[in-house]
């Protein structure tokens, strides 16, 4: 737990400062209902340590998040949902902590999206792909 810090409302929350309705936790994450769900099940996988941004987080945090979430879709019995995580005020992030959203779908409840493709010729594709692979 020394990778949180004072000011931080998950932190906080990891930490038992703040209550939550915890579902589970383990040595790299903690799972918590969402206090503001879409659909019912709406849980909120924070890592156990700090950091606004996912790449800023070390691997062996980010590697638990995934089985984690399989874990809490499982429990909970849904076959349809969303793993939602945001980077960024731009990108819709409100806590500024890293956090990942499980949200259950239904035909009534969950996620609504829009999503507004682009449309890049297999050239600027191709093009792209090279230039992030050589910097890997």
Not at 27 to 39: A, K, R
């Amino acid at each position: 737990m020394n990778h949180l810090i004072a000011d931080c409302l998950f932190c906080k929350i990891i930490k038992g400062v703040i209550p939550s309705k915890k579902i589970f936790e383990n040595e790299f994450s903690f799972v918590f209902l969402d206090i503001g769900p879409l659909s019912k099940g709406h849980s909120l996988i924070i890592p156990k340590y700090h950091a606004q941004k996912m790449h800023e987080i070390p691997d062996e945090y980010l590697a638990d998040i995934l089985p984690t979430a399989k874990k809490i879709a499982n429990a909970i019995g849904c076959t349809d949902y969303n793993i939602l995580q945001n980077n960024g005020k731009i990108a819709h992030q409100e806590v500024m902590h890293v956090h990942f959203h499980l949200i259950p779908k239904t035909a009534s409840e969950g996620l609504g999206m829009s999503w507004h493709s682009q449309t890049p010729s297999m050239d600027e594709l191709q093009q792209l792909a090279e230039e992030i692979s050589k910097k890997i």
